[in-house]
């Protein structure tokens, strides 16, 4: 399985960007798919995941201004950002886990949010 995302930049506060990952390799449909970021000097931490099934979770920091979204046909994997803030700013990484728990991950973006 490889993972391009892509989408990434610099976005002024209370903008929006759209980050898109596309698989190649393996079973797309029937991945789980997740957001992670990781900012300077901190942990990466989940945003927001969907299932196979198109469940979604969001992390609390994000609900209601991050969407995450799939197209099956294009094997892409969404992440929409609203209402941007600087503390968003981070390198976000798409992960790809298989029906049996193996994780691929994509090379990252860099989203930088800043006046």
């Known amino acids: 399985v490889q993972l391009q995302a892509s989408g990434g930049g610099l976005v002024q506060p209370g903008g929006s960007l759209t980050l898109s990952c596309a698989a190649s390799?393996?079973?797309?449909?029937?991945?789980?798919m997740a957001w992670h970021r990781q900012a300077p000097g901190k942990q990466r931490e989940l945003v927001a995941s969907?299932?196979?099934?198109?469940?979604?979770n969001h992390a609390d920091s994000v609900r209601g201004r991050f969407t995450i979204s799939r197209d099956n046909a294009k094997n892409t994997v969404y992440l929409r950002m609203n209402s941007l803030k600087p503390e968003d700013t981070a390198v976000y990484y798409c992960?790809?886990?298989?029906?049996?728990?193996?994780?691929?991950w994509g090379q990252g973006t860099q989203l930088t949010v800043s006046s």
């Open positions: 992960d790809y886990r298989t029906s049996w728990g193996k994780d691929y």
């Open positions: 390799g393996g079973a797309f449909n029937m991945a789980f």
């Open positions: 969907i299932t196979s099934r198109g469940n979604t």
